[in-house]
């Protein structure tokens, strides 16, 4: 069965850290870059980072750039999202899913090979 499966979510104050875990299986890793989104309520779903398959190049958005660390672990068959110096503006439910890494624009986009996400895992920012 070819599915990802994120952990890592839960309630932090802010100014704390997380780290989000996407574990893929049913599928190798090595072949598709892997993208993290998340989705606040009422808002619509935005990009996050992405990471790189063939050379573990990253992308981040502005909203997270110097904050959150995006890596991968081929082994492991996962990536993970370091999440520091978490904002309120955090809180949302975060996903993975797979991604075909563009060059030389360095992000991602859907992947046209394998579609696939995860169930999503959610992030609470409060004090």
């Known amino acids: 069965q070819v599915q990802l499966v994120e952990s890592g979510g839960g309630l932090v104050q802010p100014g704390g850290s997380l780290r989000l875990s996407c574990a893929a299986s049913?599928?190798?890793?090595?072949?598709?870059?892997i993208g993290w989104f998340r989705q606040a309520p009422g808002k619509e779903r935005e990009g996050v980072s992405c990471?790189?398959?063939?050379?573990?190049?990253?992308y981040y958005a502005d909203s997270v750039k110097g904050r959150f660390t995006i890596s991968g672990d081929n082994a492991k068959n996962t990536v993970y999202l370091q999440m520091n110096s978490l904002e309120p503006e955090d809180t949302a439910v975060y996903y993975c899913?797979?991604?075909?890494?563009?060059?030389?624009?360095?992000?991602?986009?859907?992947?046209?090979?394998?579609?696939?996400w995860g169930q999503g895992t959610v992030v609470t920012v409060a004090s």
């Open positions: 899913a797979t991604q075909m890494w563009l060059q030389p624009a360095g992000s991602c986009t859907s992947s046209p090979y394998l579609e696939v």
């Open positions: 990471i790189s398959s063939s050379d573990g190049s990253t």
């Open positions: 049913g599928f190798t890793l090595d072949y598709y870059a």
